[in-house]
């Protein structure tokens, strides 16, 4: 059903200066992710996927390469296994980067092994899992100077591209107010029990990575946010917890924000909210004007202002939409290419050497990564603070048993968390 929908989404495309040829780390049989961005690359004329480690099963990871027409030798179930031999291609050959489309908590040694190895990296958020981990990755990617990006494609809309300029042109006057939400139905029910393998991982803590559609989410909406506004979070205050009976990690988490410059607002992450299907929606407000945005309809803002007109603003952005209520947020015209034009940028620099300008760049650099991360950090610490201590001999990882979120103490008022962003070594 996904892979009829990204195949009708299969229109226009770019052209690289010389063929560019990746690897792909994940993404395998049950992957949402994998065809979404196969489909991707898969616009850009001169990208070529020639090879991958589609899953740690041999036989599915054979089995992928196959339909994907990878000659056999180019297809493994261990990653470090296909890093080690692309290290060691003739320069004809040569796989310019590796793209990771693993679990959450996969993130992090994969693309260490990747910097390790010389070989860079575009991977999908989180960036990383913990504060620790992320301030590794910068480190690391510091030390090697092999490039690493995460695939976080909203600069590539068009509107809202429109819409940080209005911003930081100062139509909208002083920021006072946000409401930021990424929510989705596809987890109303319990699709992991059902053979869904991308809700699977995502229930599944040693997979997730601890924090459930905060790991997921916050990164979404905290870049969203910064990105247009200019402003950074410094204090939130969260409540998340798991909506549907049964699970472990937080299916839903509502956050009260701060911004050090006074402007307030919220952030909303579901995947278990019914009848939602537009992915991220903001609106942000200030003393002259407001924006309203979703990405389920790309090509268009409002524009509110304070005296009390307001317009439409329209684009050719092609559509938003997600057909399919039991499949996460992505499988679109719209997003598959913004998606498509971060890779060929990554890809163009990579085969050019021309770096895109901070104003370019589609993604997250290191830098950014590790703040998205930070802030996440932030909201689960918030969210720990309504969980009773942990008992001796128990998991000290963030819900990692039902029994904890059982002894929540859903009448303490949600605890203000300052985002500690971590240091680096020197």
Not at 149 to 158: E, G
Not at 216 to 230: D, I, K, M, R, Y
Request: one cysteine or more; a neutral charge; aromatic letters at 6%.
């Amino acid at each position: 059903m996904t892979r009829n929908l990204i195949r009708d989404c299969m229109i226009g495309g770019q052209r690289l200066p010389e063929t560019v040829r990746y690897a792909m780390i994940g993404g395998g049989a049950g992957s949402f992710m994998g065809p979404v961005h196969r489909a991707a690359a898969g616009k850009i004329q001169g990208l070529e996927l020639a090879a991958g480690a589609f899953s740690p099963s041999a036989q599915s990871a054979a089995e992928c390469g196959a339909e994907l027409g990878l000659p056999a030798d180019m297809v493994f179930a261990n990653y470090r296994k296909l890093l080690r031999k692309c290290a060691a291609l003739p320069p004809a050959k040569r796989i310019s980067f590796v793209s990771v489309l693993t679990p959450n908590a996969l993130h992090y040694p994969v693309a260490m092994a990747a910097l390790d190895a010389g070989m860079p990296v575009l991977t999908e958020k989180p960036f990383a899992c913990t504060p620790d981990e992320a301030a590794n990755l910068v480190w690391k990617q510091r030390q090697t100077g092999v490039p690493l990006l995460t695939a976080m494609p909203y600069r590539a809309y068009s509107m809202l591209r429109t819409a940080k300029g209005m911003i930081d042109a100062g139509e909208l006057g002083e920021l006072r107010r946000f409401d930021f939400s990424f929510r989705t139905q596809w987890m109303a029910q319990r699709v992991e029990n059902r053979g869904n393998r991308s809700a699977l991982w995502r229930t599944d803590v040693h997979l997730n990575g601890g924090g459930g559609v905060v790991t997921e989410c916050t990164a979404h909406l905290q870049h969203a946010f910064e990105w247009l506004s200019g402003l950074e979070i410094s204090e939130v205050a969260a409540d998340g917890f798991p909506a549907v009976p049964g699970r472990i990690l937080p299916d839903e988490c509502n956050v009260l924000a701060r911004t050090a410059s006074g402007a307030r607002g919220t952030f909303s992450m579901s995947r278990a909210a019914i009848g939602h299907r537009e992915g991220l929606a903001f609106e942000i407000s200030g003393d002259k004007a407001a924006l309203r945005w979703r990405q389920s309809d790309p090509a268009t803002m409002r524009l509110e202002r304070a005296d009390g007109t307001s317009h439409s603003l329209t684009d050719a952005t092609a559509s938003g939409v997600t057909a399919h209520p039991d499949a996460p947020f992505g499988a679109n015209a719209a997003f598959i290419d913004a998606l498509s034009a971060a890779y060929a940028q990554f890809a163009a620099e990579l085969s050019t050497g021309r770096k895109p300008s901070p104003e370019e760049r589609i993604g997250l650099t290191p830098e950014e990564g590790l703040r998205s991360v930070a802030v996440s950090d932030a909201v689960l610490r918030s969210v720990a603070s309504s969980l009773p201590p942990i008992a001796a001999g128990e998991s000290s990882v963030l819900s990692t048993s039902r029994e904890i979120y059982a002894r929540r103490d859903d009448s303490a008022a949600p605890k203000w968390t300052k985002v500690e962003m971590p240091q680096l070594r020197a």
